[in-house]
């Protein structure tokens, strides 16, 4: 499945108005009240509160609160005339949650969430740039198998899009 068991260290790296870096994928489960227990690795930088909503390719997002404002700002400035930015922010915003965590460090991951994103139990909490992901253990095995079954081809179509790693 490729997931770890939490020893990675949180890194922390300033890029344009992305302030975190979160690395990993950590294994957790969803309590019966609908709650689940961020990774201890990112609790400090989460304590100030997140915004969690409905992601992409089935997980959900959860963006640290200064980044989430960053978000904020950048679709403040969509222009309204284009169907397309109308549509990605009633997404965004209309399935956004905000919650702060609790002294035990979990969230409550509103029903219709958790729902859309096929979540009840095992889920594996996976870092990215300036968000975590959360998938159900059976979408996230699907998508590590894909990831690394066409993890070439991918390297290869965004070098073709100009991305230099």
């Not at 990993?24 to 400090?44: C, E, N, Q, W």
């Not at 095992?122 to 079954?149: C, F, M, N, Q, Y």
Request: aromatic content about 8%.
């Amino acid at each position: 499945m490729g997931h770890s068991d939490g020893q990675l260290p949180l890194k922390r790296v300033r890029v344009g108005r992305v302030a975190h870096m979160f690395l990993g994928s950590y294994l957790h489960t969803i309590d019966s009240k609908g709650r689940l227990t961020l990774p201890a690795k990112f609790r400090a930088e989460l304590a100030k509160g997140v915004v969690v909503t409905l992601g992409l390719d089935g997980c959900l997002w959860v963006f640290p609160m200064e980044t989430w404002e960053g978000i904020a700002q950048k679709m403040n400035e969509l222009p309204l005339t284009d169907k397309n930015s109308r549509h990605f922010a009633r997404r965004m915003y209309g399935y956004a949650t905000d919650c702060e965590p609790d002294k035990q460090g979990r969230i409550l991951l509103p029903g219709n969430l958790r729902e859309l994103a096929g979540l009840d139990g095992e889920t594996v909490i996976v870092g990215g740039p300036g968000r975590l992901e959360i998938w159900s253990l059976e979408r996230w095995e699907r998508t590590s198998d894909d990831l690394v079954a066409n993890g070439d081809a991918t390297a290869e179509r965004l070098f073709e899009l100009g991305v230099r790693l």
